[in-house]
Structure formats: structure tokens, C-alpha cells
């Protein structure tokens, strides 16, 4: 790295942040993953505000391009597995690892199911037309299981980590309302 350029760590609970200040930089901003640590290259005059917002705005980016590379778990269920990995160690500190993770045919009641005890997750054939996000979702609930049985404020402090939660209960809400299938966004049981 050029001695002029500087290296910042930023405090972020849900994800590591290292802030690169270039002089040489004038307006770009660009960002990368280096393992576990989001790292976004800043022009050495921008204000912290600024900062604080482009962060934000490169990490959701970041989400965006990840969640397009990631539609593979919809082929197999070791894509499903290793989704979950990754899922896992970004949301839930690697605390939350299933045994075996794989596609069932369509549940009457339930978009996806886990069994704590032998830590396995069961998800349904309907989530494979799904935007990768909302399947995201789904996984980060089941694995959330792992770690808490039940739907008490620990567990829903846990999902709330992904920061599409909301969104994509709104989706499947909506898409079982349009189809008629009656599957309530809580009976995404254990």
C-alpha cells in the first residue's frame, strides 16, 4: 500500500469494515470482500457523513451481486448446504451449521422446516421459483433454529440479522395470499 494512503477498521456489528482513504482518489468509490472484512477504497477528502453513507450504500451493492452468484442453491441440495455455510458465518458467527439441508416436495403448511436436534433443515420445492434473497431468508430462519428452538425474541433478534427479513416475509406473505396457499410466514416452524 502507497505510504500516503490510509487504513481505517470500523466498528460494525453484523459485519467487519476496513475504510482505505486514497489521496490519489478523487471521486470513486469501490468496494470488495477480503475473506470476512468488507473493504471500500474512499478519496482521502470525503467527509465522514459521506463515508458513512457510501459504506452502506457498497455493501448493499455487494448483497446485491452475491445474491446474483448465489442462485445456485436452487440446483442441489449440497448447494443448499453450502449456502447455509455461508449464511451462517455472515449472520450467525458460524454458530448455526446444519448436518444436511435438502429440497422436499411442496409442504402443505410450511415453506421449509428443521429438526434441531439432528440439525436438519427441510425446504420446500415451492422456494426454488423464489428470488435468491427471499431463499436467503428462509435459510437464515431455519439455521436461526439451530441455535434457538422457538420464535421468542432471541430468535427473532437472530433472523433480524439479515437485513432483508422484512422484505421477504412481505414476499412470501404475498405469495401465498396470491396462490391460496394459506402458509403463514410463522409457520416456518422448527
Same mark, same amino acid.
Given at each position: 500500500?502507497?505510504?500516503?494512503d490510509k487504513t481505517e477498521?470500523?466498528?460494525?456489528?453484523?459485519?467487519?469494515?476496513?475504510? +482505505?482513504?486514497?489521496?490519489?482518489r478523487r471521486s470513486t468509490?469501490?468496494?470488495?470482500?477480503?475473506?470476512?472484512? &468488507?473493504? @471500500?477504497?474512499?478519496? #482521502?477528502?470525503?467527509? +465522514?457523513?459521506?463515508?458513512?453513507?457510501?459504506?452502506? /450504500?457498497?455493501?448493499?451493492?455487494?448483497?446485491?451481486?452475491?445474491?446474483?452468484?448465489?442462485?445456485?442453491?436452487?440446483?442441489?441440495?449440497?448447494? =443448499?448446504?453450502? +449456502? !447455509?455455510?455461508?449464511?451462517?458465518?455472515?449472520?450467525?458467527?458460524? =454458530? $448455526?451449521?446444519?448436518?444436511?439441508?435438502?429440497?422436499?416436495?411442496?409442504?402443505?403448511?410450511?415453506? %421449509?422446516? !428443521?429438526?434441531?436436534?439432528?440439525?436438519?433443515?427441510?425446504?420446500?420445492?415451492?422456494?426454488?421459483?423464489?428470488? $435468491?434473497? @427471499?431463499?436467503?431468508?428462509? &435459510?437464515? *430462519?431455519? &439455521? $436461526? *433454529?439451530?441455535?434457538?428452538?422457538? *420464535?421468542? %425474541? %432471541?430468535?427473532?433478534?437472530?433472523?433480524?440479522?439479515?437485513?432483508?427479513? /422484512?422484505? %421477504?416475509?412481505?414476499? =412470501? /406473505?404475498? =405469495?401465498?395470499? #396470491?396462490?391460496?396457499?394459506?402458509?403463514?410466514?410463522?409457520?416456518?416452524? /422448527?
Amino acid at each position: 500500500m502507497r505510504g500516503r494512503d490510509k487504513t481505517e477498521q470500523v466498528e460494525n456489528p453484523q459485519q467487519k469494515v476496513e475504510i +482505505r482513504r486514497s489521496k490519489r482518489r478523487r471521486s470513486t468509490i469501490s468496494a470488495y470482500r477480503d475473506g470476512d472484512t &468488507l473493504v @471500500v477504497l474512499v478519496p #482521502a477528502g470525503m467527509s +465522514r457523513a459521506e463515508e458513512k453513507r457510501w459504506v452502506a /450504500e457498497m455493501e448493499r451493492k455487494l448483497q446485491r451481486t452475491e445474491s446474483r452468484r448465489a442462485s445456485p442453491p436452487k440446483q442441489s441440495d449440497a448447494a =443448499l448446504l453450502a +449456502r !447455509c455455510a455461508q449464511l451462517s458465518a455472515r449472520y450467525l458467527d458460524k =454458530l $448455526a451449521l446444519p448436518v444436511s439441508v435438502r429440497w422436499v416436495p411442496p409442504m402443505r403448511t410450511r415453506w %421449509a422446516s !428443521c429438526t434441531p436436534t439432528d440439525a436438519t433443515i427441510r425446504v420446500s420445492e415451492r422456494l426454488r421459483q423464489v428470488p $435468491a434473497w @427471499v431463499l436467503d431468508y428462509v &435459510l437464515v *430462519h431455519e &439455521l $436461526a *433454529h439451530l441455535r434457538v428452538p422457538g *420464535h421468542d %425474541a %432471541a430468535f427473532w433478534e437472530l433472523v433480524r440479522r439479515y437485513p432483508k427479513t /422484512e422484505r %421477504a416475509i412481505g414476499y =412470501l /406473505e404475498g =405469495l401465498s395470499a #396470491a396462490a391460496g396457499w394459506g402458509i403463514s410466514v410463522l409457520e416456518i416452524e /422448527e
